[in-house]
């Protein structure tokens, strides 16, 4: 082949590559950026190696198509599901959200990192934008399912007025209860492509709040953040590959999440006033608190009002939410000759039963500014498979349910109602008997997918109690019913059982901890008066034992105190490690704390700190302790653990397993609370040395430990002596200067000054 010709083919091969990558680039990524958040949870499929990755994005007006944006970028399984609108800032934005599939490849660590083009053109033209993504995953040890990381919520565009120096809150939920915390990406790390810090955007790391300062010039910022997630206490995680532990959180170690935060804030023109509600729109009720959490069941409805308050018009509400969610036009109304506008919100759950948290974001504006965002979260709750014998028929006009008595125990018809409660629930001696019409009985119809769903819902039955009487009913039950109907005859029902704490159900509840130095002669079963307590902070010799109690009060009865762990620091801090904990999973550490009162709502420990506080000298320690209430739902249901030994720990927790898999409400729980007391100062003699170890049980039970030897204890003796000689020494020193430059006038006054020997 002739050179000219091999020369303008390579030349048309190069074009043509250049020009069909080019159009994918523009395809994919051919959307203004202006912020994402995202979260990630396991698929629920069979394929264990891959996991669900959910985002949330806003772009620039005019809205990309449904397969671009940020969906291209990602490669995203299904198409994006528009959402929300707005005009401010100029020219508008909108919302998008949907998700994809990644794959782990059997590695210990998932890291993604994509990147797109580009950022909005009012922020930075031209340049593109960076996703990175680390987790660890596994199972983890501590609550039995796959790690997750942390979660933010994506705010509407934040417009700020130039003058006023304004804070809000990121928003950010962690299902785990970790330990979260928010910094700005770093360039290092290819964490950002602007990285740029703006001297009047301040962050609190440990709020995940930012602060806005004043005085910046007008325009539009991005602002890039790396979420990330430490365990409180160490946790293994479990995987293909074996496990790994991480240990708790420090400000050097290893999170075990990081995710991004993006999104921009806007600097308008001044304001004349900046507190909210005058020019600046504000909140008033019922508007609900930023960070709120309702729980939800599946097929739930949410439903709650937004309301707003200005000297100018408030013109527009805007909601980001997840998909199906409704928001009626603008109202107004009168509080207090204050022109109010509201807008309602309402979402209905779908029948997915892994266990999420969905934010929903909103914000008011006049024509000039905007109040402060608000988010708050929707937590759908863990559910179970129904008892054994539990049967729900979808027929064609209704749906007939059939539930095993064993699985309500003390339970009776009358205790429980439909969503009208006028439709009555009856029985048998061995089943309830639920014939609940699909046109009738409170009964709703919704849409989900292909599916047409019926749901009705089964709860306890409220009654009315006299003011101030003790609450004796059954605790709240919940659970909803559903038939779903697809075009062709194929029919599906599904009962979704509540699993995990239900603090509502307890009533109103408090907790308390306190120290005593001892106790009465007979404690008895009876509540330990308060002879013998001790206001924090206070002064203790830490050979000496301290006696731990801890109290709960609740308005129903049978409910029992559940201390689940219980640890020592030096500050008031409740960040726990393992070498700091003297209680776990509701047992002592052997040999170092002793039970003395296990009643209902009252437990008294007996410890030594010396046995607890790490080797070192501690001026002061706290005490946290991690609680909950419990309530067995039979006679043979307990609450506490068994700590005599791990072995019958072991069986006990296994025969509990198989006598309670027929029981729908086994033991139930509220969430767990950290209560904290201190600081306990400790004494001249509080010297801890590495020579001290742990004592024994019988140590506890005969008092103090015995003396540490003469090389551990410091010579108190020599000590003394030693200041004395000094100060001699100095004052013998002062006297010669006097009587060197002043002279001596009275001999007699030497003697005064004079050394006894």
Known sequence: MEPGRVVRLLLFLTLSFLWENSQALDSASDFSYLGSS????????ENSMEVLLRYRVLSSSPCPAASKGLCGVLNCTSPSQQGAQGSSPSPGWC?????????TDRSSTLQLSSSGCCWSQSVAPRLQFVLPMRVEL???????????PPQAALLPPVRLPQNCATSFNLS???REGDVVRCRFGQRARAECTLCSRQAFLQLDEELCMLWYTGGAAQGSYAVELIVEDYPRAAVTLTHTQGTRTIPPYSSTGAPLSSTPLHFTVTVEGESSECKPGLARPGFTEPTPANGETVSVLPYDEVAFTISAVSSDMVSDIVVLGPPGLVLSKLWEGQRAGVR??????SWTGTSRKDPRSRPICFSASTKRFQSEPR?????????????PGTVLQCLEERMKLFLPRTALPQIGESDLQLIDPACNITGNSTHFLLDIPLTGCGTRI???DSYLVLVNVVSSRVSSQAPGAVITRIPSLRFPLACRFKAGGQVTGEVSVPQGPKDEAFGKFTFDIKFRRELPAAVGGARVGEEGN???PFELDPSKPLYLQVNASCNITGVELVVQSCWTSDTKNTTRSGINSFINNGCGSDGNVELIVDALNEKIYKMNLTSLIPARIVPEVYIHCSVKLCMGMSGTDHCSPNCSSSSSRSSSRSSDSSSRSSVLLQSLESSLFTISAGPIHLGVNSTITDTVHPLSSSSLSSGPASSQSSAEVPNRVGIAVGVVLGAAVLLIVGLLLIKTFLGIRNRRKLGHYRLQE
Do not use: H, K, Y
């Open 446 to 448: 919704q849409e989900e």
């Open 340 to 345: 109010v506008v509201s807008a309602n919100v």
């Open 138 to 148: 596994g199972v983890r040890s501590d609550t039995g399912s796959p790690n997750s």
């Open 95 to 103: 919302q998008a959200q949907g998700e994809v599939v990644a794959r």
């Open 172 to 174: 950010v939920s962690d």
């Open 375 to 387: 988010c708050i979260w929707i937590a759908q709750q863990r559910t179970t498979e129904p008892p």
């Open 534 to 536: 001790m206001d924090t």
């Open 38 to 45: 995202f979260s990630l949870e396991p698929s629920g499929g």
